[in-house]
């Protein structure tokens, strides 16, 4: 399997210089192998956030290399990231990060709506990916009248809506039950018999206790601890 | 094309999310709009009637000059214009100011029939000249009195009744008739120089349509403006002079000083500047409400320009993080702006026509009191400058719709993380 996501003593410090200086995440340096499911885990502040950032393209390391597939992006022009994000990743934000006042399925249609897709389909796509997530009784809610859990998988359905080939899911069950935890890890699952490369940043025990997981990346201050291959590698 | 097109509507869906903010903006930028533009048709439409009205008057009017002003001229001074080659007809003109302390207003006071029309080759009777009371001195009140020939102003009926024929008969403007409470086959009196009362009586209103230039306007026999105004018989207010040739008219202007040197001819050329610039320094005190109206609006802009609030910005971050181009973000923002300032755009213009046209620009009437007592309450024939109208297009559409983009622009080219997160 060749490997999708790579970063090379990756370093990022936000405010650099200023008095609000933070060491997010420092010299870590790991490979992520397509078709791979991949947990971050570790404890609050440890840099999940800041390192599954750093992959999907939406910030960029102070040092060190980014690499997706092949292609070193640490030092890309944004106008160049902006395809590799639309095209590659789906992105399951911690804070959800929908825009509110706007409709549930009008949030997930977002990313589809820069392309030449027919509204039409996007629509057919969204609503068959709300089904699957049990959110179409609540398409055409305004975002804010959404409970956590819904809101979380409404998340998750817009960051399926392009067909990604790589899905960033950053605690994607913390606001979700065990059935519904279930019922996406489940969803997680299938993506990943078709083929996709799944990184999920948790420290929820229930996910990385899946079957299907192959290894489990722990983070601890910005460092990478300890790396646990499950060998269900295949 | 399909992605512009679900770009456009994303753009008028976010429009709505936010209405009672635009709606707040439009209102505003209406506003404004609508003040430019109110000055511009106003200023533009006088000036305008103005000149149209110049256009047929006198290519060359003789004023007698005593002490610097403005003196009557001896009629007899006409027989030594004749000789002058190149001369066509001669008309006496007789015009002067009337103060009303009635009704504490000023008339504008006109006589026809002149018997004294000099003509080398007579065709036409001229019954009716063009006085143009001069803007210069105390006379100078930017008026223009050229109402006679129907061409002026087409399609308008401009008289009720008829024009005097026969002495102490009078036709009057529509402000006339309404301060004094009189119309055709009523009465007017009027003081003449020896605290006489000379009774007048009305054969004709001017009708609205012409207002802004009959509306202090009364039009009396030749005879009966000499004696009104205590006038010698061989005296008249200025020499209209026409001229063959339109090429030649500043020979004969100058041949006219030579052999009348107590005489000033002056040329339509010159008069014409001479509104021009008048007209131009009306609107200057209307200018100053155009520049702070503009003022207004950079202030509308500016305000835009400096700041996205937080829920925008954080939009923007997300748009970016979720795959949209910065062209994209960039183009949605473009949609906003134009959307918006094209709506308060449209919205002011008509504001502005309806105020000018309609209301006879009730708004600005504190400041335009002070040309006339009898300012008229007039409906200007609408006349719209494209040019202006392009001038306060691209003088607030571009700096909108810029300093809507700009900012988002900012945004747009940062790293979506720290957008986001505000
Ligand atoms: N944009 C930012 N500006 C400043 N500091 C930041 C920023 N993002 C993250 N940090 C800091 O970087 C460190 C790592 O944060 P990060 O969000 O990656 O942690 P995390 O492992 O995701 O934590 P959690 O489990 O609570 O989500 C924290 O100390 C945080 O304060
Ligand atoms: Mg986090």
Redesign the interface.
């Known amino acids: 399997m060749d490997i999708i996501i790579k970063t090379e003593n990756v370093t990022k410090i936000f405010n650099p210089g200023m008095s609000d200086e933070v060491k997010a995440i420092t010299d870590v340096s790991i490979e992520i192998k397509r078709g791979e499911v991949v947990v971050l885990k570790g404890p609050s502040g440890s840099g999940k956030t800041t390192l599954l950032?750093l992959i999907?393209c939406?910030?960029?390391p102070t040092e060190g290399r980014v690499i997706v597939n092949g292609k070193n992006v640490a030092k890309l022009q944004?106008?160049f990231l902006?395809?590799i994000?639309?095209?590659t990743?789906g992105?399951v934000?911690q804070q959800f990060?929908?825009?509110?006042?706007?409709s549930v399925i009008?949030n997930i249609m977002?990313?589809l709506?820069?392309?030449?897709?027919?509204?039409s389909a996007i629509k057919k796509r969204a609503e068959s990916i709300m089904e699957k997530l049990g959110i179409s009784n609540k398409k055409d809610f305004k975002v804010q009248r959404l409970s956590g859990g819904e809101q979380q998988r409404a998340a998750i359905a817009?960051s399926l809506i392009?067909e990604p080939e790589i899905i960033l899911a950053d605690e994607p069950t913390a606001h979700l039950d065990t059935n519904l935890s279930e019922e996406i890890m489940r969803i997680f699952q299938r993506l990943n018999e078709d083929g996709k490369t799944i990184v999920i940043a948790t420290h929820d025990p229930f996910i990385y206790e899946r079957q299907f997981i192959q290894r489990t990346i722990e983070m601890r201050d910005g460092v990478v601890k300890n790396i646990l291959n499950k060998n269900h590698d295949v | 094309m399909e992605k512009h097109k679900k770009i456009l509507e994303y753009t008028l869906s976010s429009l709505l999310r936010r209405r009672y903010k635009n709606l707040a903006i439009i209102t505003v930028f209406s506003f404004i709009v609508a003040a430019l533009y109110s000055i511009l048709f106003l200023t533009h439409s006088l000036k305008k009637e103005a000149l149209t009205v110049l256009k047929e008057a006198p290519e060359l009017i003789v004023q007698k000059v005593s002490g610097g002003r403005h003196d009557l001229i001896p009629t007899d001074y006409m027989k030594r214009i004749q000789e002058i080659y190149g001369v066509g007809r001669i008309i006496p003109r007789y015009w002067g100011y009337y103060y009303d302390a009635i009704t504490d207003s000023n008339y504008t006071l006109m006589g026809i029939n002149g018997t004294h029309v000099l003509h080398s080759n007579s065709k036409d009777n001229e019954n009716y000249p063009s006085p143009i009371p001069l803007p210069q001195g105390e006379g100078a009140r930017g008026r223009v009195k050229d109402v006679f020939s129907d061409e002026n102003i087409k399609g308008l009926k401009l008289l009720n009744g008829r024009m005097p024929s026969n002495r102490k008969e009078c036709a009057i403007g529509k402000g006339v008739s309404d301060v004094r409470f009189t119309g055709i086959d009523g009465e007017i009196f009027l003081i003449d120089s020896k605290g006489k009362v000379l009774t007048f009586h009305v054969v004709g209103v001017f009708a609205s349509e012409s207002a802004i230039l009959t509306n202090d306007l009364i039009v009396i026999n030749k005879d009966d403006i000499l004696e009104l105004f205590g006038m010698p018989s061989d005296r008249a207010t200025d020499i209209a002079v026409e001229v063959y040739n339109e090429l030649e008219i500043p020979f004969v202007a100058s041949k006219i000083r030579e052999i009348l040197p107590d005489t000033r001819p002056i040329m339509k050329g010159e008069i014409i500047r001479t509104y021009e610039t008048l007209f131009n320094w009306r609107s200057g005190v209307i200018f100053t409400m155009f520049l702070g109206a503009l003022l207004a609006f950079c202030i509308l802009a500016w305000d835009k320009a400096t700041g996205l609030s937080a829920e925008e910005r954080q939009e923007i971050g997300i748009l970016k993080a979720i795959g949209w181009e910065t062209g994209d973000v960039l183009e949605l923002k473009f949609w906003e702006g134009i959307v918006i300032s094209f709506t308060s755009i449209l919205t002011g213009m008509i504001i502005a026509y309806i105020h000018i046209f309609f209301l006879g620009a009730s708004l600005f009437a504190p400041v335009l009191r002070g040309w006339s007592v009898l300012f008229p309450p007039f409906r200007l024939i609408p006349y719209v400058d494209l040019y202006q109208v392009f001038v306060v297009l691209f003088l607030t559409v571009i700096p909108y719709v810029a300093s809507t983009i700009i900012p988002s622009w900012k945004a747009a080219i940062t790293d979506p993380d720290t957008v986001m997160r505000g």
């Open positions: 950032s999907g939406i910030t960029r944004e106008r902006t395809g994000r639309q095209k990743f992105f934000f990060n929908l825009i509110r006042s706007i009008e977002l990313p709506y820069p392309t030449n897709i027919k509204l817009r392009n």
